[in-house]
């Protein structure tokens, strides 16, 4: 059962002496915020791109690239990030008054991940029009040495940006925009692939400028009209939301709610009956993301990025309601492997008798799963276990692919990195983040592995780090238990990874609790200071969930605002319940 631990930091004295609503002055504190300058957004303060190793060099080629009309490709990634990266790059190249610019993804189950040679080869031979001159990959790269060799032996410069951690050997690339490599002093190491291609881009536009490239007829695009792009790409990515890439994310939405978002945008949000007025960061993460992900994991990520490439609003419907067909299928599929896994995993733990009794880390396979999937099963068990997961699915010739995802205390990418030296051969290829990560293995290999991942796990984290902990921002006075207060809270930040969305908690008494859904517990439950008796809902859950007897528990929960029928009122939205 998760812990419940309150976060109590100390407001600053600037913070405390500011015009901010009392509650989110303490939620801010207990983030880190300290200066009311950490949270006004200006793009003023975004870090500067000539921070970044290697950028003038690249800013350099492409420009060269651009004046010169030659041919660019940019080769993209299968998830929501490569998509934004992708749709960013071409919007930026074709602003800049290139015209033969094209695009390619790497289908998942025929070509795997990055710039692999395999890739250079369809680039070279069956893409349409004449073989590019310069190759730029986005959200990928890093790792891609013989791919990049490939190219070079093609007679195709490539300039790389990526922002996945480095390996020990770096492709022989014209130039590598990455925060992440060896000697890079851009300090927001955090950024993700859409965010590394907005800063090239930015670097590109300012070469082009002292090249006196621009002119009446060819005006120099503003760069703060991508930004709904490198917004949803950068929540979507699940990366760190430090104060560079808050910037980031705050500027986009205020764009896509000022109805200055690109159609496809406009449309995913639409088709998934949100407001565009009300967009917000967690609209990115369980809205649109996964929409678009779902054309990378089930097919081809191309029709994500020509709905984010038209501006034809009809088009962008078009695509946004296949997206969503497909999101739904993809649902199903993910519940279907979810159940099979979560079987399996009581099975284990029954025969084990506890759930202490669990490994460490775990590594599971099953040769019926979807390959484009096993990423989300993986985050749907860490949730419910708390353990580093690694699910695989088959990928054909006796390999299996695994997506991996961790836990805080534990860098999922440095553990494989540890495996691959201790263990020579028995993983073929791997990359990713602290959190996330993928690899590839023999499908004979799948129980040494198992054992290796295990142990590795067992040395690289502390054992108080499996503890669920749920962090919370303490009591709120039910007084500020409003409407007015979750609307504050849901535009007053850009909330994501490592900057979270407020959450408390609080005793109340259960007046009453029903099923909806089949799968989600309702309830109406009352403060023990107060008269009122909010509504409350807990997805996923179900009576067991409640305390055994029990009429008083301590409840986890966001504020949020439920709409039906059009009327709007307060909804607690119960992460973990938990006996008085």
């Not at 790059?89 to 015209?99: E, I, T, W």
């Not at 494989?416 to 030296?421: G, P, R, V």
Request: net charge negative; glycine share 8%; charged share 20%.
């Amino acid at each position: 059962m998760p812990a419940i631990v309150r976060r109590e930091k100390n407001i600053s004295e600037e913070l405390q002496n500011s015009r901010l609503h009392p509650l989110l002055k303490k939620i801010y504190a207990n983030r880190g915020v300290t200066r009311l300058k950490q949270v006004s957004y200006s793009l003023n303060e975004l870090l500067d791109y000539s921070l970044l190793k290697d950028i003038t060099l690249a800013a350099d080629i492409v420009s060269e690239a651009v004046i010169n009309a030659q041919k660019i490709l940019v080769v993209g990634d299968f998830d929501a990030d490569g998509a934004t990266s992708c749709a960013l790059m071409l919007r930026c190249l074709k602003a800049f008054g290139l015209s033969d610019v094209d695009y390619l993804v790497p289908n998942r189950f025929d070509f795997g991940y990055g710039l692999s040679p395999q890739i250079v080869d369809v680039a070279v031979e069956q893409m349409p029009g004449r073989k590019a001159d310069l190759i730029i990959t986005v959200d990928n790269g890093i790792s891609s040495i013989e791919g990049v060799k490939r190219a070079n032996e093609r007679g195709m410069q490539v300039v790389i940006t990526d922002h996945h951690l480095a390996g020990d050997e770096l492709p022989p690339a014209a130039a590598i925009v990455n925060p992440n490599q060896p000697g890079c002093s851009f300090p927001a190491k955090n950024i993700a692939g859409v965010g590394v291609a907005f800063y090239l881009m930015l670097a590109v536009r300012a070469r082009l400028r002292e090249k006196n490239w621009f002119n009446e007829q060819r005006k120099a695009p503003n760069m703060a009209a991508y930004l709904d792009l490198v917004a949803l790409g950068t929540v979507a990515d699940v990366v760190p939301l430090d104060d560079n890439n808050r910037i980031l994310v705050d500027y986009g939405l205020q764009r896509i709610r000022a109805n200055k978002g690109c159609a496809g945008i406009n449309a995913l949000l639409t088709i998934a009956g949100k407001s565009i007025a009300g967009c917000s960061s967690q609209d990115f993460g369980f809205i649109i993301g996964p929409r678009l992900n779902a054309a990378g994991r089930l097919d081809d990520m191309s029709l994500g990025i020509e709905c984010l490439l038209t501006d034809d609003t009809e088009q962008a419907t078009g695509y946004a309601v296949t997206l969503n067909q497909m999101n739904l299928q993809r649902r199903e599929i993910e519940a279907e492997m979810l159940d099979q896994a979560n079987d399996f995993l009581q099975q284990q733990s029954q025969s084990l008798q506890k759930d202490d009794a669990l490994p460490v880390a775990m590594a599971l396979y099953d040769e019926q799963w979807h390959q484009g999937v096993v990423g989300l099963l993986a985050s749907r068990i860490k949730e419910k276990f708390h353990r580093p997961v690694i699910a695989f699915a088959d990928a054909g010739n006796g390999d299996i692919k695994g997506s991996g995802r961790s836990i805080a205390g534990l860098h999922i990418r440095d553990v494989l990195d540890a495996i691959s030296k201790q263990h020579s051969g028995l993983i073929s290829k791997f990359g990713g983040h602290a959190m996330a990560a993928g690899l590839t293995i023999k499908q004979v290999d799948f129980t040494a592995f198992q054992q290796a991942f295990n142990q590795q796990v067992s040395i690289a984290m502390r054992l108080e780090d499996l503890n669920n902990i749920s962090e919370t921002d303490g009591s709120v006075d039910a007084d500020l238990m409003t409407i007015e207060t979750s609307e504050v809270f849901k535009y007053a930040s850009p909330w994501g990874q490592l900057f979270p969305e407020p959450v408390f908690d609080d005793i109340f008494n259960i007046v009453n609790w029903r099923i909806v859904g089949e799968k989600h517990l309702k309830l109406d439950l009352a403060r023990q200071d107060s008269a009122e008796v909010f509504s409350a809902i807990a997805f996923n859950k179900t009576d067991s969930a409640l305390p055994a007897g029990k009429q008083c528990i301590r409840a986890v929960y966001k504020l949020d605002v439920n709409e039906f029928r059009g009327k709007r009122n307060l909804q607690l939205i119960v992460s973990h319940i938990e006996a008085v």
